[in-house]
């Protein structure tokens, strides 16, 4: 799956409609292989992320789990923290 696609489920805040739909897109990009479609393709294109845009937020909304939410801080802090030790810090 893309690298570039982000959980969404379980943080608190919950996930913001932007965030929704950038895994959207980047989910439709990955699989058509496009990142800026054609003239002709950008209306199905675009369809296709309003798709899965819909799908995701309805699955993120139907989830349920009796985990407490996660920091957003905190993870994006431990994301850091792993691309340092892989790839060590500039």
């Known amino acids: 799956m893309c ?3 982000r959980p969404l489920f379980n943080f608190e805040p919950p996930a913001y409609p932007d965030e929704v739909h950038e895994a959207a897109l980047q989910y439709v990009r990955k699989i058509s292989g496009m990142t800026k479609p054609s003239l002709a393709n ?3 294109f ?3 992320v309003a798709e899965v845009e ?3 937020q309805r699955l993120v909304d139907s989830l349920t789990t009796s985990a407490t939410p996660k920091d957003r801080d905190v993870e994006r802090e431990r994301a850091r923290a792993r ?3 892989r790839f060590g810090t500039a």
């Open 3 to 5: 690298r570039n696609i």
């Open 42 to 44: 950008t209306a199905a």
């Open 46 to 48: 675009e369809a296709a």
């Open 54 to 56: 819909a799908a995701t």
């Open 83 to 85: 691309s340092a030790a």
